[in-house]
């Protein structure tokens, strides 16, 4: 069982620029999840995605958007990045829904640290 | 709205000594709470998952506990090790539709040989 993969490992951006983080969601899942964490606080919210559409989003505005393909797998898109973008964003799957009650643990992958300068 | 603190922010320990960290949530209304490991620069490992229904979870040296009616939780671990050096996250997931958890700042344990 693969689990949740994430890349780049590292980027360095300029302020303005855009930038994708890729996620890969453990096999079976159908819900990706992603969080952003500065430095010393805990993650926040960003959005979820729930068999390709977005369920759910956080304190986020607009420049932060997503996307979840048929494969389950998912894209971070933020635009006009800001110095304060600069962060560990993660990202974590899980499954949910279906007719068994199931433990809906969330997986979350290694994580994609963004510099913004 | 939630939200979750933890107690205390840092704490350094002798190796061998048994430590408590806690964990509290304001709404009770709560579907499940996952006590994560974040080692540093690293993704999240999950550690234990409390269904708002069970009272306690083991794992080797790790026993977290939930006391719902009260907002709290504690991860409880025994014999700490050098290894065991780390931040330690609690997370809640909310009993609605959102699947998104809330998390508190963490608590940075050291763990000195």
């Known amino acids: 069982e693969t689990g949740v993969t994430q890349s780049p490992t590292h980027l360095i951006k300029t302020r303005g620029q855009q930038v994708t983080l890729r996620c890969s969601s453990q096999?079976?899942?159908?819900?990706v999840s992603w969080y952003q964490q500065a430095l010393g606080q805990g993650p926040q919210f960003i959005f979820q995605?729930?068999?390709?559409?977005?369920?759910g989003r956080g304190n986020f505005p607009p420049r932060f958007s997503g996307l979840q393909f048929p494969n389950y797998s998912s894209e971070l898109n933020v635009n006009a990045l800001e110095l304060d973008d600069s962060a560990l964003y993660l990202c974590?799957?899980?499954?949910?829904?279906?007719?068994?009650?199931?433990?809906?643990?969330?997986?979350f992958g290694p994580g994609t640290r963004l510099t913004v300068t | 709205k939630q939200e979750v603190t933890q107690i205390p922010a840092a704490l350094s320990v002798p190796e061998g000594e048994n430590l408590v960290l806690n964990c509290s949530f304001t709404?009770?209304?709560?579907?499940?709470l996952q006590w994560f490991r974040q080692d540093p620069g690293k993704g999240l490992t999950s550690l234990l998952l409390?269904?708002?229904?069970?009272r306690e979870q083991t794992s080797g040296r790790l026993n977290a506990s939930l006391d719902k009616s009260s907002g709290r939780s504690t991860l409880y671990i025994a014999a700490s090790q050098p290894g065991d050096s780390a931040t330690y996250l609690c997370a809640v997931r909310r009993m609605d539709s959102s699947y998104k958890l809330i998390f508190g700042s963490g608590t940075r344990l050291l763990v000195r040989p």
């Open positions: 096999s079976g899942h159908n819900t």
């Open positions: 409390i269904q708002s229904s069970q």
């Open positions: 974590a799957s899980s499954f949910e829904g279906g007719r068994r009650i199931l433990s809906y643990e969330q997986y």
């Open positions: 995605y729930y068999r390709e559409e977005e369920n």
């Open positions: 709404d009770s209304a709560i579907y499940n």
